[in-house]
């Protein structure tokens, strides 16, 4: 320096770095200091230095049409605020335009870290917090080591979380790099069970009994010593790692040091769905951080409609060496560095309402139905389907309003055959029966025109005794019958008298020889 004039240095000139105090950096209240320029990141050949000493990817533009932008994150907008671009997530410029869920890592805390919690819960939020960063470290050696937890606490109102891709962004740096050390974040995606039963801790010092009133919520798959696969049991005190099972009811979890026993209390159990790595490791020194990215592939996943979505991330430091890794949270203003994981839940009330181009055929037809619809059809033909055509009111209404089972006369008649060709008639209870009348015998009706009892009374008796007897008009014309005669003798129509009757009758006479009878 030469009368507060800095002086200019020649290639030759060798300053100790030692000497150089770093770069100050910048605020909204004061100006920064002159110094070194930090080191810039691995890959951050595209980066900026900004003059409150962060390198960062995109800079203020004067003229946003001479300049290609990229975006921080996948699925992030960049928008001109008049000054300048920012990089905004895309919840915020637009909320469902990516057609799935974000989750923000965010403030405030559900469950502190502290002496009777060791893994703090932080929030899950649909929105992200935007108002300043927060930093969470924790140092890793060859073993994943949890880093916090993140909680979105509220249910996700559905039974299945659709298959598809989990797209996880952190935003962090290490402390170092040296020795070869590479550090590696992870993050392990949880269904929270809301539990319906009570819980109990018991015993002392960094392991407990963990006992649920009633039911059966645990399972021994539950249990392990190891980070990556056990499932968690979260109390209103904190989040404790599940090491041991006894029974459907009973476990055992790790605590703190200066845990104290909880009694009948509410908590839910997080079940682990799936864990994945960073695809590469971070390597910008904090304070200077860097985004890291990844994609992991996963199948559906059955979940209860009361159940919560939950995250732990850890970290790993694969070169042997310790390591601590930080991690941004909330945001900035500016750059939104904040962490987030994209979910392949869909946006909005349900996967319904968000499939609108899935809307086929003329109007009121749809080709997708909902969970609940797809139940009752499930099982239907096309054949089945289409016996409502038709239809032109409730089904079941109609089907109520008709006698439920035949209950008349003709219940006799309605699981067996009848005597076949049987007049039909009713029994003593006024049942249908059959008769003994064959339908030919039926038959013989056929063209009776009046009582058939009444035409045959009207008909004569008749007088015949005797065989050879005759039948002729008595008197008035009345059938009258004439006893046969004697071999010889002859019909005679005649008049007659004598001392006891007189009339007009039929006789027989002798042929020969005199006449046979009373003669005149």
Same mark, same amino acid.
């Given at each position: 320096?030469?009368?507060?004039?800095?002086?200019?240095?020649?290639?030759?000139?060798?300053?100790?770095?030692?000497?150089?105090?770093?770069?100050?950096?910048?605020?909204?209240?004061?100006?920064?200091?002159?110094?070194?320029?930090?080191?810039?990141?691995?890959?951050?050949?595209?980066?900026?230095?900004?003059?409150?000493?962060?390198?960062?990817?995109?800079?203020?533009?004067?003229?946003?049409?001479?300049?290609?932008?990229?975006?921080?994150?996948?699925?992030?907008?960049?928008?001109?605020?008049?000054?300048?671009?920012?990089?905004?997530?895309?919840?915020?410029?637009?909320?469902?335009?990516?057609?799935?869920?974000?989750?923000?890592?965010?403030?405030?805390?559900?469950?502190?870290?502290?002496?009777?919690?060791?893994?703090?819960?932080?929030?899950?939020?649909?929105?992200?917090?935007?108002?300043?960063?927060?930093?969470?470290?924790?140092?890793?050696?060859?073993?994943?080591?949890?880093?916090?937890?993140?909680?979105?606490?509220?249910?996700?109102?559905?039974?299945?979380?659709?298959?598809?891709?989990?797209?996880?962004?952190?935003?962090?740096?290490?402390?170092?790099?040296?020795?070869?050390?590479?550090?590696?974040?992870?993050?392990?995606?949880?269904?929270?069970?809301?539990?319906?039963?009570?819980?109990?801790?018991?015993?002392?010092?960094?392991?407990?009994?963990?006992?649920?009133?009633?039911?059966?919520?645990?399972?021994?798959?539950?249990?392990?010593?190891?980070?990556?696969?056990?499932?968690?049991?979260?109390?209103?005190?904190?989040?404790?790692?599940?090491?041991?099972?006894?029974?459907?009811?009973?476990?055992?979890?790790?605590?703190?040091?200066?845990?104290?026993?909880?009694?009948?209390?509410?908590?839910?159990?997080?079940?682990?769905?799936?864990?994945?790595?960073?695809?590469?490791?971070?390597?910008?020194?904090?304070?200077?951080?860097?985004?890291?990215?990844?994609?992991?592939?996963?199948?559906?996943?059955?979940?209860?409609?009361?159940?919560?979505?939950?995250?732990?991330?850890?970290?790993?430091?694969?070169?042997?060496?310790?390591?601590?890794?930080?991690?941004?949270?909330?945001?900035?203003?500016?750059?939104?560095?904040?962490?987030?994981?994209?979910?392949?839940?869909?946006?909005?009330?349900?996967?319904?309402?968000?499939?609108?181009?899935?809307?086929?055929?003329?109007?009121?037809?749809?080709?997708?139905?909902?969970?609940?619809?797809?139940?009752?059809? &499930? !099982?239907?033909? /096309? =054949?089945?389907?289409?016996? %409502?055509? @038709?239809?032109? +009111?409730?089904?079941? #209404?109609? *089907?109520?309003?008709?006698?439920?089972?035949?209950?008349?006369?003709?219940?006799?008649?309605?699981?067996?055959?009848?005597?076949?060709?049987?007049?039909?008639?009713?029994?003593?209870?006024?049942?249908?029966?059959?008769?003994?009348?064959?339908?030919?015998?039926?038959?013989?009706?056929?063209?009776?025109?009046?009582?058939?009892?009444?035409?045959?009374?009207?008909?004569? &008796? !008749?007088?015949? /005794? =005797?065989?050879?007897?005759? %039948?002729? @008009?008595?008197? +008035?014309?009345?059938? #009258?019958? *004439?006893?046969?005669?004697?071999?010889?003798?002859?019909?005679?129509?005649?008049?007659?008298?004598?001392?006891?009757?007189?009339?007009?009758?039929?006789?027989?006479?002798?042929?020969?020889?005199?006449?046979?009878?009373?003669?005149?």
């Amino acid at each position: 320096m030469t009368d507060g004039r800095p002086t200019e240095l020649s290639a030759s000139d060798s300053i100790p770095p030692a000497n150089i105090p770093e770069m100050g950096a910048a605020s909204t209240t004061s100006a920064g200091t002159a110094g070194a320029v930090p080191a810039p990141p691995i890959g951050g050949l595209a980066m900026f230095l900004r003059g409150d000493k962060q390198w960062i990817l995109l800079t203020p533009l004067a003229d946003p049409n001479q300049t290609v932008l990229t975006a921080l994150w996948p699925g992030d907008l960049i928008q001109w605020d008049g000054t300048s671009f920012r990089n905004l997530p895309l919840s915020v410029g637009s909320p469902g335009a990516a057609g799935v869920e974000a989750f923000y890592n965010a403030s405030p805390a559900i469950l502190a870290a502290g002496a009777q919690n060791g893994l703090a819960v932080n929030t899950l939020s649909k929105t992200p917090v935007t108002t300043g960063e927060l930093e969470v470290s924790v140092t890793a050696s060859t073993s994943t080591v949890p880093l916090a937890a993140w909680l979105y606490d509220t249910a996700l109102g559905r039974t299945t979380i659709p298959s598809g891709i989990w797209t996880v962004s952190l935003y962090g740096g290490v402390d170092t790099t040296a020795d070869g050390r590479l550090t590696v974040a992870a993050r392990r995606m949880f269904e929270v069970i809301v539990e319906g039963m009570s819980l109990t801790t018991t015993g002392s010092g960094t392991t407990r009994t963990a006992t649920a009133a009633s039911g059966t919520p645990f399972v021994s798959g539950d249990a392990s010593s190891n980070h990556e696969v056990s499932n968690y049991l979260q109390t209103p005190k904190g989040l404790y790692q599940i090491t041991g099972y006894t029974s459907p009811t009973v476990v055992t979890i790790a605590v703190p040091g200066g845990y104290v026993n909880e009694a009948g209390v509410a908590w839910n159990k997080w079940r682990g769905l799936f864990m994945t790595l960073s695809a590469t490791a971070f390597t910008s020194i904090s304070p200077i951080y860097m985004p890291q990215t990844w994609d992991s592939v996963q199948n559906a996943f059955s979940i209860a409609a009361t159940s919560k979505l939950g995250a732990v991330d850890y970290a790993l430091s694969q070169g042997g060496l310790p390591t601590t890794l930080t991690l941004l949270y909330d945001g900035n203003t500016d750059l939104n560095r904040n962490s987030r994981i994209y979910s392949p839940i869909p946006a909005g009330v349900s996967d319904h309402a968000s499939l609108t181009n899935l809307q086929g055929g003329a109007a009121g037809q749809y080709y997708h139905l909902t969970a609940a619809y797809n139940n009752a059809v &499930a !099982n239907l033909t /096309t =054949t089945e389907i289409g016996t %409502l055509s @038709g239809v032109t +009111s409730a089904i079941q #209404t109609q *089907l109520g309003g008709k006698q439920a089972s035949i209950t008349g006369a003709a219940s006799t008649i309605t699981t067996s055959n009848l005597t076949v060709s049987r007049a039909l008639v009713s029994d003593g209870s006024g049942k249908v029966a059959v008769s003994a009348v064959t339908s030919t015998e039926l038959g013989y009706l056929s063209g009776v025109t009046s009582a058939i009892q009444s035409q045959i009374t009207a008909k004569m &008796a !008749n007088p015949m /005794t =005797t065989a050879g007897d005759l %039948l002729y @008009g008595g008197a +008035s014309g009345t059938p #009258t019958r *004439l006893a046969n005669g004697s071999a010889g003798q002859v019909l005679d129509h005649h008049h007659f008298q004598s001392d006891r009757e007189q009339g007009v009758g039929e006789r027989w006479l002798r042929q020969s020889g005199g006449i046979g009878g009373d003669i005149y």
